[in-house]
DNA sequence: CTGCGGAAGTGTTACGTATAACCTGCTCCG
DNA sequence: CGGAGCAGGTTATACGTAACACTTCCGCAG
């Protein structure tokens, strides 16, 4: 306990260092270039060092308006996809001295508190994550904020920019694959979310498997839990004739699906051939290890901090969504804003600025082969 | 863009209501008891609510002096049980009006940067969760802040509380059940991260072991990613004679050790059992679900988030950590802070006020049975 | 000699809130 | 009848910072 007294201000630093405040100010703003002597400057870093003085940044954020902190809406952080999707946006912040602060969980107390005063920071602006439904709608009586989707549908909403993963994609390339192996009957075992990335998995699903001939898949929704994904896979397979592959809408339920293949004395991928998304740490725990589509959720977050930060430079600057004010951006950072993914810019009425559609690949591992009875032709590999 | 107008203050709320600004504080803060008639605290909630006004966070922070959130390090939200954690820190924040947030993992950007820069936000405290003792040399730095450590090292550190999980009493209760089971051979795969939480489970294992009078266990270090677990796991088994379980440090690890069970031709848990630490979600992916001490990660989160509560509260009203101000915390906060756990006042000189242990328990699942050639007596159930 | 512009500072203000301090009637009691 | 006390307000202030507006000094061009 040393003494325990209060925090320098800047005005002590301004009176240790023999200057005013205002140049304390200057000073440690790093706007100094021709309005404290270089000597005087050093002075004031020397006793603000000597202080270990740190800026009130309740009183920065009340005097600039602007507090540098973001809040992001997830479902579940003990969601590993969520977790990396955060990892991402904080890096991110972190880079340009942003915090960032969840809002908790819906499932939480009570029903979805005021997600600004749950914040308990003052924000800059918001990214929302998929399945928040009913966050958004607190979300949008605080409108004023910029909001930035992650995820999510693309419609429907006044976002100032939005980032989407290339779900679709994703799973007209699982589909694919397991079409090459000799696949025709597949079924699905859904996340029985309200959520529009499921909804674009099942979407995407049905019409692929259409396209190449084959019939709609049954679908068997669950929750999102190991033996959800169980239950579900023991009714899928439970159908006649059986089907030879589960499309599974995420890796933790297609680790249940595979319990229950050998529950029945089934084998994977032998038997049934079973595709996950996301590619979380547990596609590789498992055994055989999961053929899945990886989400780049750390880039997707990122992607999406750094719409956010354009957003505000934009508004800080004045500009309009559209308008090109040259080297209104001086790093570059608008162009830099998405580097992997495709930046258009929408041109209809009342859409998101710019969305960005990030590319997603399968990653094909031990969980999937060949149907039963396929012969090992040249092209069986 | 509805015309993007500033935000209302509490004196546009008060022009409204036709009272003064002081008034409308009062009566949004509750304490307008005998100060404001009810007619006119009416008008005021209602005028705040037809404006959609909320309160500037920035400025009440100013004011007040805290700021109603607080930081919580951990290494990486990645890991389910650190995302638990924070899940039952945010939670109990939550409930008080508190928001949390992170501090970025370490390996993030660069050499650590400033917890609280980079936080973004001023705070009112911090809770340090093992692993970060990089970020504990920083922490300290800015020492003014109360600060309660979770699951470390409780000597060598000035923390106002301390809360740990049992660790050492759950590798007891899985070194107990091997040996139960007959095991006699048995290899620590472990952790290869400098931290106290895992110190703990050598220590605790090697004293478990020899307390039965079996060998002291190999150690098989590992990073922390399944295939770290494998690799280990792998050196392990080629020991001759060959152990016949493996103790690992978590479940990723456990998950990965499975892998090289099998590999070699064998079975878990016939051939080899295995163990695992935190009941991850991991641990009932897969086949077979691994037998785990589950750790109480989110009542740990919460119930550090309470003591950091309560010395807060305690800070407010001028009392001594130990002075037992009767009536002080008016719902009995204090003594709630730590429902499940055995909390002791430490009486050393210089130790942290309080120290809470939380039970932790072994939960037997499918990856452990007795060693090959154990007679199936009446013992063996 | 005068005017001017830049360097080097300082004084002052505003941000929005919570609350202490003050003011004004009115009632009630000695 | 003279306060005391209280309900029901208002005014004023401070929190710590950033930045605008202003002053002073000095070198130098006209």
Chains 1, 2 share one sequence.
């Not at 996301?278 to 999406?304: C, I």
């Amino acid at each position: 306990m040393t003494t325990d007294r209060p925090r320098p201000t800047s005005r002590d630093v301004a009176r240790a260092a023999g200057v005013s405040q205002a140049a304390v100010s200057l000073v440690l703003g790093g706007k100094w270039r021709g309005r404290v002597s270089p000597g005087k400057a050093a002075a004031v870093r020397e006793a603000a060092r000597e202080l270990g003085y740190r800026p009130n940044l309740a009183a920065r954020s009340l005097r600039l308006g602007r507090t540098r902190t973001a809040l992001l809406v997830v479902p579940a952080l003990t969601n590993e996809f969520f977790a990396r999707l955060h990892a991402g946006a904080a890096r991110v912040a972190a880079e340009h001295g942003f915090g960032v602060v969840l809002y908790p969980s819906p499932e939480g107390v009570g029903p979805a508190r005021d997600p600004f005063d749950s914040a308990g920071a003052a924000l800059d602006g918001v990214i929302a994550s998929s399945m928040a439904s009913e966050a958004l709608a607190a979300l949008r009586s605080g409108g004023e904020l910029p909001l930035v989707m992650l995820d999510s549908e693309p419609e429907n909403t006044q976002a100032a920019a939005t980032v989407n993963l290339d779900i679709a994609d994703g799973m007209r390339q699982a589909v694919g694959h397991l079409l090459e192996l000799g696949h025709r009957r597949v079924a699905h075992i859904a996340a029985a979310v309200d959520s529009w990335t499921f909804e674009v998995r099942s979407a995407a699903l049905t019409e692929a498997l259409e396209a190449a001939g084959c019939p709609p898949p049954p679908v068997w929704t669950a929750g999102l839990d190991v033996a959800d994904g169980t239950r579900a896979a023991a009714r899928a397979l439970a159908a006649v004739p059986r089907p030879t592959a589960l499309v599974c809408d995420d890796d933790v339920l297609a680790a249940g699906a595979c319990k229950a293949v050998r529950r029945l004395g089934l084998r994977v991928p032998e038997d049934v051939s079973v595709t996950g998304f996301d590619d979380l740490t547990l596609a590789r725990a498992v055994e055989p290890e999961l053929t899945t589509v990886r989400l780049p959720a750390e880039e997707a977050g990122a992607a999406g901090m750094r719409a956010l930060l354009a957003v505000l430079d934009g508004r800080r600057e004045g500009a309009v969504p559209d308008g090109r004010r040259e080297g209104a951006v001086p790093d570059g950072r608008r162009e830099g804003a998405v580097p992997d993914g495709r930046t258009r810019e929408a041109g209809g009425s009342g859409s998101p600025a710019w969305v960005t559609s990030l590319p997603v690949r399968l990653t094909v591992r031990g969980s999937t082969a060949p149907p039963p009875g396929t012969p090992v032709g040249p092209g069986g590999r």
